[in-house]
C-alpha cells in the first residue's frame, strides 16, 4: 500500500511555504522510493531542496522571522552553533535521495553550497559533470503539472480549476499556465505531457510560453508557440498548417525538446514533425493553453489505473 501513498504525494508539488503534515521521515521515504522514479512527479529537484531545508529548520527554529533571514541570506550565520548541529543533522538522512546533478548551477552556488550541508567532495562532483555536460533532467520521474488559476485584472471567476488542478475550465477566453517552469539542459531535457480535450468550444491552443509572457495581452487568441484545434501551428501573427486538428475525446501531447530548444505535437499517439520554424524558443518555459467560452480539458497523467493499483497494493 505504501507505493500507492507515494504516488498521491508525488504528483502534488511540495511547497516550501506551506507547513503540512509530512514528516522529515516519510520524506525521506519518498526521496529514497523516487530516487530514480519513472513514475509522475511534480516537484523539481531544487524544490525539493528549498522544501526539506525550511522542515529541518522549522524542526529546531520555531521563530518565522528567524527563518526567513536564514533563507533570504543563505546562511545559518544568525544561528547559534547547536541549532546548526541539529538542523544538520535532520538533513543527513535526507540529502542522499537529493541530486545535485538535476539542479543548476546558480542555484547550487546561490542557495546550497552556502548551507554547508553537502560536502565540498559532492559539490565539487557536480560542478564537474555540469562542465562535462553530463546534466540530468530537473525533475525526477515523469513532469506533472496543475493548472494555475492566473490572477488578472480581468480573470475573476472566469477560470475554473477543478479534480486537484488537473481539469481546466473557462466561461470566457482565457490562457492559463502549468505550475512547473521547464529549463533548457545541455545534455538531457526530453519532456512530454498529455492533455484530454473534453469540451470543445470555438479553438483551443495548446503549447508553451516564455515566463515572462504577458497574459494580460488581448490582441491575439493565444499566447507563445501554440497548436491550434484547427490543425495550425501559432507564433505571435504566424502560423503554418501542421496537419494535426484535434476534437472533443483527442489527446493531445506536447513533445518538448529542451536540449536543443524545440517542440513537436502527437494527436492520439500520432505524431507530428518537429516545427522547424520554432527556432527561437527560450531557456525557460511554461506549459501554456488558451481555450475559448465553455471549452474543458484534463492534464494527464492524473489518475490511477485500476491495474496500476492493483499491482501497488500487492507489490
Known sequence: MSRVLIYWVAKNKLEKNEIDSLSLEGLRYLLEKTFDTQIPFATPEFNIWEYSLIKAIRKVIQNETLIDEILDKSSFSTCEPQEVEEIKNHLVPIISYIDLNRMDTKEIKQHVEPFGIFSAIDISNVYCSKA????????????????????????DNQIIITNGGFVAEVIQPKSILGDLIFKSNKSNGIYEWDISIEKLCGNIYIGICDVDEDLDKTDQKYHGWVLGSDGYVYYKKKWKWYDAKFKEGDKVTVHLD???????????????????????????????????????LRMGPQIISMDLLKEMITT
Open 132 to 155: 562535462l555536460d553530463e546534466e540530468l533532467e530537473f525533475i525526477r520521474g515523469i513532469p506533472i503539472f496543475k493548472w494555475i488559476n492566473y490572477k488578472s485584472s480581468t480573470s
Open 258 to 296: 529542451m536540449k536543443n530548444r524545440r517542440c513537436a505535437f502527437s494527436i492520439n499517439n500520432n505524431k507530428k514533425s518537429v516545427i522547424s520554424e520554432w527556432n527561437n524558443i527560450p531557456s525557460q518555459v511554461y506549459p501554456i493553453v488558451s481555450l475559448e467560452c465553455g471549452s474543458k
